[in-house]
């Protein structure tokens, strides 16, 4: 089909890949760590909290970093030191059950991963090359990472029945060098020269910016979309957070299950996305970038609902009935939120600030991230209730989705043309 032509390039798959198998063995070591802290000890909130804050406060802090060496050093240079950064450094865990280490492991190997995002970020429009087709290459990203979440949680629960914790790290380090040789064979991926401009200067009038020689802060405070972008974003993210963060607690104590229905429940998520991601890449006529993002957060609220019914009903069975229907409706939220966030930054962003404007939107949603990751432990379950606190997450979420509907309603949603003269450059591979 030739909507979906784009996809057969061998850049694309090249990197497609890549995340594959690398993401494969980040599943592997967070369950991992999951089980040797939550699953196997006795560890609960403050804990889990500890995970997540380890492997986000680096990124956060070197989002911004990353985000300028994206636009000046070559991105699959780049993406090759994050992986490969990345595995030796979590090879730490392998030698310890100390949760101090195990912590240290994961924010050293966090800080190679901030580099990854923004390379990834800015390198796609240059492989792309048609602003018009980045949705339906962000789709089947999500739809790589949607199936995922489908076989990665089961395959690493599985092999967590079979050898030890320290043991399944060894094949994450594994899935991080295998990466580095996949990239090797992307062209060299240099960002555009300062004087460069992108596609969105196409669309001033969308993007509110009228001189792309702005600071990207600067481009960020004028730009409605990026604005909008943004605060949604964050909010968002401060919202959804505290499923990741309250899940293997919930699921150990109201559900009383273990790692194999953790892995259930994320494979359940990432069937929703990956439908959704299906049919943007299928898809035809006018793009609905602004109109699905809000729809996300929509449905994506429906999980926490489910969670506070889940405190309620009696019986077992339809307990795990109702999170499963939950995390279904859910994951086909996530897929839109994740499609449309990264298509908006790239379409909406100067080509040669992608890269610094990516790292400031990851340091934006990691921030809300953290501030849940500091919040929930102080209110989860000392002041408010788990139930209730996911009814307030369910509120939220509508909120936002309803405000979404109204703003966007400001914006145009026609994707900039990326002139020939713009095209960052893209050398052979060596």
Avoid at 163 to 179: E, K, P, Y
Avoid at 416 to 424: C, G, H, N
Wanted: proline share 5%.
């Amino acid at each position: 089909m030739e909507s979906i032509k784009v996809l057969k390039k061998k850049e694309i798959l090249i990197l497609g890949f890549s995340s594959i198998v690398s993401g494969l063995g980040n599943w592997i070591t967070m369950m991992a760590i999951l089980s040797l802290l939550i699953f196997k000890g006795d560890g609960g909130v403050l804990e889990s909290s500890g995970i997540f804050m380890a492997g986000l406060l680096p990124i956060m802090l070197g989002a911004p970093l990353a985000g300028k060496l994206a636009d000046k050093y070559n991105r699959k240079h780049l993406m090759m030191i994050s992986e490969m950064g990345a595995g030796v450094t979590i090879a730490i865990i392998i030698f310890t059950e100390n949760i101090w280490l195990i912590y240290l492991a994961m924010a050293l190997q966090a800080l190679f991963i901030a580099l990854m995002n923004p390379a990834r970020q800015s390198a796609l429009p240059q492989l792309v090359g048609n602003p018009a087709e980045l949705e339906k290459v962000n789709a089947f990203f999500q739809q790589l990472n949607s199936i995922l979440k489908i076989v990665a949680p089961v395959f690493a629960g599985f092999l967590l029945t079979i050898m030890t914790a320290h043991q399944a790290i060894i094949v994450d380090i594994i899935s991080f060098m295998l990466s580095v040789v996949i990239l090797s064979r992307l062209p060299n991926l240099m960002p555009a020269g300062s004087g460069s401009t992108g596609g969105a200067e196409a669309e001033t009038t969308a993007a509110g910016v009228k001189g792309m020689d702005k600071e990207p802060l600067q481009v960020l405070l004028h730009s409605l979309p990026l604005r909008l972008l943004f605060l949604s974003s964050f909010f968002t993210v401060l919202i959804i957070v505290s499923f990741d963060i309250l899940g293997s607690v919930y699921i150990r104590d109201v559900l009383h299950g273990d790692e194999s229905f953790l892995g259930l429940i994320i494979g359940i998520l990432g069937f929703g996305s990956f439908l959704v991601s299906l049919l943007v890449v299928l898809r035809k006529g006018k793009t609905r970038h602004w109109q699905d993002l809000a729809l996300g957060n929509f449905l994506l609220a429906i999980l926490p609902l489910c969670m506070t019914l889940g405190y309620f009903v009696q019986d077992p069975f339809w307990v795990k009935v109702l999170i499963l229907s939950g995390g279904f409706l859910g994951g086909l939220g996530n897929g839109f939120l994740i499609i449309q966030i990264s298509t908006i930054l790239q379409i909406t962003s100067p080509s040669h600030m992608l890269g610094r404007l990516s790292g400031y939107l990851e340091f934006t949603m990691i921030g809300g991230q953290l501030f849940s990751v500091i919040l929930l432990p102080i209110l989860v379950p000392g002041i408010i209730p788990p139930y209730l606190y996911f009814l307030g997450a369910t509120a939220a979420l509508w909120v936002m989705s309803l405000a979404l509907r109204v703003e966007s309603k400001k914006l145009v949603e026609t994707p900039p043309v990326l002139k020939s003269a713009d095209q960052p450059q893209i050398e052979g591979a060596g």
